[in-house]
């Protein structure tokens, strides 16, 4: 008999793909497979709307090891015989539902990716979106995020090094909590999700299983929130202290040969855990539910297959180890359970006490169908991206000082020291550039290497203009990256949208993946890993699209790395790169800010950006540069501040405008950053960005205590600093 309109919308799926699944089959699905189906081919798990598009981002790369899509998260070889693995995914309904539990279990999810492969998780890194903070309920949302973040990392000992955090009003109804995790280890340990061999065992590892994150795959993140109802049982809780012991017990186990397979039980639980594995090992899978351990009573297959219960693992055991790997799990105080064996027919199977609840090919519950629409051009955008500079009045002279300490105060610009200060960026003593610079830097212990780690992403870039908005989402990123030393190598992405059936939503994704994958390819920086979060809307109100680039890179010595703040008195200060033009306030922050307006489109030239990278990266490694800054939000004027505050110490210069003030000062021009070098090195900075076509502008020197730009402003750098830092 055919469900019911009611029943499909439970587990988001439409009639047409329920026919396509009776097609399938040659009949109609049971009850625990329809649920298969719902979370299998939901937006999650199955990206019906992006895939055709993800194959744009390019994928090889020398150093790759582990392509996208291949496993939990992408793996790149740094040499010395070590790897490192890096993927971020986002958990933003959860977290607008329960925002401690939702953002502490997204942590718990990542770090969970890198494990399961043999990698050490060594570094956690965040992207985070929320509405004002004027309105009480976005302050209970970031407080909750926060703290669940602060909760589970903390407690697992992985040091959180760095992130962002943007504010606007389109993120009200719907923040984004984006996690990002980074593991190392040998590159001859690789541990795979696959499941094959007939007759291997499954075994089921950590906590027990209850009703908690139901339909969280399958419901929250496939459609959008269109009516305030009781959801929270579909937002998983945590318990951190069985992650960690997790951690080693997996750890321990990827150095031995009594496996074949290890996958995380994530979105969908066992069911997509189970398939997946079964999917990428060719191979079937015969399961009892009723050996799977559960903390609560009653619960039926359904229940058993779809729940999200977090800290759980499954173990493909060769036949005949199964009592050495429950030795090693029992050491380390972990339930586990065989709860299933692989067998070679193609079929998944799923007994309830004996009796055959769901049986279908494995093959088509793991190919969910691909749409590939082709949307029109919003017209909207033509007005939102045309701005008349003869309609907003530039800043006076007199009033740029006030103008800076406002945008130094804005919550998109300040200090976020009030945030990651909950965090410990320094447990495992790798750290060495802490949160608060362009990028992260940490030490690869027993080598002379070290990495840099960085997120970057500009909703309100991408919503003016999306293709240009995802090439400044990678180029940035690689900029913060270039700025610290590092040679990019490689980027893992959250993008978070709207509701893609609708035509302007599906363009903005369409075009922005196209602009991060012309960034990508002209910078030759594979993309290796990433998250697809659609449905980000409430009432029919989207977010901004919002593609978050996490960019990792590698600096052979680590000794030779660099960081944002000024160094020393009577360093010199260049601006590298392109100076900037009116139209540079476009989208920008000051124009958001002081005109209350949003429009203009920003521009970048791909080829000056690549040139500035080399340029910059070729400076640290010859020990050329004491400090790099890259000029993002805010702008030349912001750059400049943030390198005295940081260095807690003067800037006295001049500079030329011969356009509008506020576009010199405040504008957003890309392909650009602010160092500083000792006097006997400027010479070699100037020769080297003449070698690399990169332009170069002296600024004035580090000097004193006040910030000073000749007949524009001067401003105590104690002042700059209580503005930055009390902005949230």
């Known amino acids: 008999m055919p469900v019911s309109k009611q029943q499909l919308e439970e587990i988001a799926l439409s009639r047409k793909e329920y026919n396509l699944i009776v097609s399938k089959l040659g009949r109609e699905p049971t009850y625990v497979e329809l649920g298969l189906f719902g979370s299998l081919w939901s937006e999650h798990c199955g990206y019906k709307h992006s895939k055709a598009l993800l194959k744009m981002f390019p994928g090889k790369g020398k150093h790759v090891l582990v392509k996208a899509g291949e496993e939990n998260a992408g793996v790149i070889d740094i040499g010395d015989g070590l790897v490192i693995g890096f993927k971020m995914e986002s958990h933003n309904h959860p977290s607008y539902i329960e925002p401690y539990q939702g953002a502490a279990t997204g942590v718990g999810g990542i770090v969970r990716d890198i494990f399961t492969m043999g990698l050490r998780p060594i570094a956690l890194m965040n992207s985070l979106r929320f509405g004002p903070l004027s309105e009480p309920h976005n302050r209970y949302l970031m407080s909750g995020v926060v703290g669940g973040i602060a909760g589970y990392g903390n407690c697992l000992g992985i040091a959180d090094v760095g992130g962002e955090i943007y504010f606007d009003e389109c993120y009200s109804g719907n923040p984004l909590v984006n996690a990002f995790c980074l593991g190392i280890g040998r590159a001859d340990g690789l541990v795979r999700a696959c499941a094959y061999g007939e007759g291997n065992l499954v075994m089921l590892v950590g906590a027990d299983t209850g009703r908690d994150g139901m339909h969280g795959a399958s419901g929250l993140a496939s459609r959008t929130f269109e009516e305030v109802r009781e959801l929270r049982s579909a937002v998983q809780v945590g318990n951190p202290f069985m992650e960690k012991l997790l951690i080693e017990a997996c750890l321990e186990l990827a150095k031995t040969d009594w496996i074949v397979g290890m996958q995380d039980c994530g979105a969908a639980g066992l069911t997509s855990a189970t398939v997946e594995a079964a999917a990428k090992g060719q191979s079937g899978m015969d399961i009892e539910v009723q050996k799977v351990p559960r903390r609560e009573k009653g619960m039926t297959a359904y229940e058993v297959m779809l ?422």
């Open 307 to 728: 729940s999200e219960s977090q800290e759980r693992m499954v173990v493909i055991v060769k036949k005949g180890y199964q009592h050495k790997v429950k030795a090693l799990f029992d050491r380390w105080e972990l339930h586990s359970d065989i709860i299933g064996r692989v067998t070679s027919d193609g079929m998944f199977t799923i007994r309830d006490n004996g009796r055959v609840v769901a049986h279908a090919p494995v093959e088509v519950l793991n190919t969910a169908p691909v749409y590939r629409f082709r949307p029109q051009r919003p017209a909207w955008l033509d007005g939102l991206q045309e701005l008349d500079l003869s309609k907003i009045k530039d800043v006076a002279s007199g009033d740029a000082g006030q103008t800076l300490l406002r945008l130094l105060a804005t919550p998109n610009i300040c200090s976020k020291h009030k945030v990651y200060r909950q965090y410990d960026h320094q447990v495992g003593d790798n750290t060495v550039v802490l949160p608060g610079s362009d990028a992260a830097v940490l030490r690869i212990q027993e080598t002379t290497k070290a990495i840099s780690m960085v997120t970057d992403g500009n909703g309100r870039y991408c919503y003016v203009n999306p293709l240009v908005g995802g090439m400044i989402a990678v180029a940035e990123a690689a900029r913060n990256t270039a700025c610290s030393g590092a040679r990019p190598m490689a980027i893992t992405n959250c993008l978070n949208f709207g509701n893609p059936e609708k035509n302007d939503v599906y363009y903005q994704l369409q075009e922005c993946i196209k602009g991060m994958s012309l960034a990508c390819q002209k910078l030759r920086v594979p993309v290796i890993s990433g998250n697809v979060s659609l449905y980000n809307e409430t009432r029919g109100v989207a977010i901004y699209p919002t593609p978050v680039v996490g960019m990792v890179g590698l600096i052979k010595d680590v000794r030779r790395h660099c960081s944002s703040g000024f160094k020393q008195a009577g360093d010199i200060v260049f601006l590298l790169g392109d100076p900037g033009g009116d139209d540079s306030i476009g989208s920008s922050e000051y124009l958001e800010l002081v005109h209350g307006q949003v429009s203009g489109s920003q521009r970048i030239d791909m080829e000056q950006e690549k040139r500035l990278h080399t340029c910059l990266i070729k400076a640290v490694e010859r020990g050329i540069l004491n400090s790099a800054h890259d000029c993002s939000d805010g702008g030349l004027a912001v750059a400049l501040a943030e390198s005295c505050i940081l260095g807690n110490i003067g800037f006295k210069g001049a500079l030329s405008v011969r356009g509008r003030l506020d576009a010199a000062l405040f504008g957003e021009a890309q392909s650009r950053a602010v160092v500083s070098v000792n006097p006997g090195s400027a010479r070699k900075l100037e020769e080297l960005a003449y070698r690399c076509k990169v332009t170069v502008t002296g600024l004035g020197a580090v000097h004193g205590s006040r910030f000073a730009l000749k007949g524009l402003l001067d401003l105590p750098v104690s002042e700059l600093d209580r503005a930055w830092m009390n902005g949230l």
